[in-house]
């Protein structure tokens, strides 16, 4: 499974961006997609996902601010961030937990990240 990130840039404080996350490959069964960001010095944190019944998460510091939109039909999951921060910079990466071949467990998978740059 290979999960590949579009979207991130350079953008205002206050303004918007959309990030989308596709994902291809075989695979069994999608899981729960979502988004982590790791800031400059900072561990990796969760930003949103979503279950494959629809179900959200979001982190507290982007909890109605962002939202995490998922396509079943196209494996993509995208992620529409209003009113940033300059904190809400870092790298974003798109994670998907996917069921390869059944019976095999779930694994987990990342893309390689999308920079975005919110300035003052």
């Known amino acids: 499974v290979q999960l590949q990130a579009f979207g991130g840039g350079p953008v205002p404080a206050g303004g918007s961006l959309r990030l989308s996350c596709a994902a291809s490959g075989n695979f069994a069964i999608r899981r729960t997609m979502g988004w982590y960001r790791q800031a400059p010095g900072k561990q990796r944190e969760l930003v949103a996902t979503?279950?494959?019944?629809?179900?959200?998460d979001y982190s507290d510091a982007v909890k109605g601010r962002f939202t995490i939109i998922r396509d079943g039909a196209k494996n993509t999951v995208d992620l529409q961030m209003n009113s940033l921060q300059p904190e809400d910079t870092g790298r974003y990466y798109c994670y998907g937990s996917f069921v390869v071949q059944i019976p095999e467990r779930p694994r987990d998978f990342w893309g390689r990240g999308t920079l975005v740059t919110v300035s003052s």
């Open positions: 979503i279950t494959s019944s629809g179900t959200t």
